[in-house]
């Protein structure tokens, strides 16, 4: 169901919650595959692939990292295409302009 239109199980759905990829778009067939079988390497490590989302940078547990997807809220995807994306290059960082 993650690659279906509605982009998430019924689960998530409730929750409001969607599957994207690297750019926000609906995942493929063939990467909610390996999304879904690399769920096991997850379970395998004793839930930590699990645990890991809360200590990655983008919030990414074991199987989004090898599948290169992101749960995201449904409310805060529809948000984004009213604002461009930001470039690197655009990004402020501390310290002085070069």
Same mark, same amino acid.
């Given at each position: 169901?993650? =690659?279906?239109? !509605? +982009?998430?199980?019924?689960? *998530? &759905? #409730? &929750?409001?919650?969607?599957? $994207?990829? +690297?750019?926000?778009?609906?995942?493929? !067939?063939?990467?909610?595959? #390996?999304?879904?079988?690399?769920?096991?390497? =997850?379970?395998?490590?004793?839930?930590?692939?699990? !645990?890991? #989302?809360? !200590?990655?940078?983008?919030? %990414? #547990?074991?199987?989004?990292?090898?599948? +290169?997807? /992101? $749960? $995201?809220? *449904?409310?805060?995807?529809?948000?984004?295409? /009213? /604002?461009?994306? $930001?470039?690197? +290059?655009?990004?402020?960082?501390?310290?002085? %302009?070069?």
């Amino acid at each position: 169901m993650e =690659s279906s239109k !509605f +982009q998430a199980t019924f689960g *998530k &759905m #409730a &929750m409001g919650l969607r599957v $994207v990829d +690297q750019e926000g778009k609906k995942i493929t !067939f063939h990467r909610a595959t #390996a999304r879904f079988w690399s769920k096991s390497f =997850s379970a395998i490590t004793v839930l930590i692939g699990w !645990f890991m #989302a809360g !200590f990655t940078k983008k919030k %990414q #547990a074991l199987h989004d990292l090898i599948a +290169q997807t /992101y $749960v $995201v809220n *449904k409310a805060g995807l529809q948000l984004s295409r /009213y /604002y461009p994306p $930001v470039h690197p +290059q655009e990004v402020y960082t501390e310290g002085p %302009q070069v």
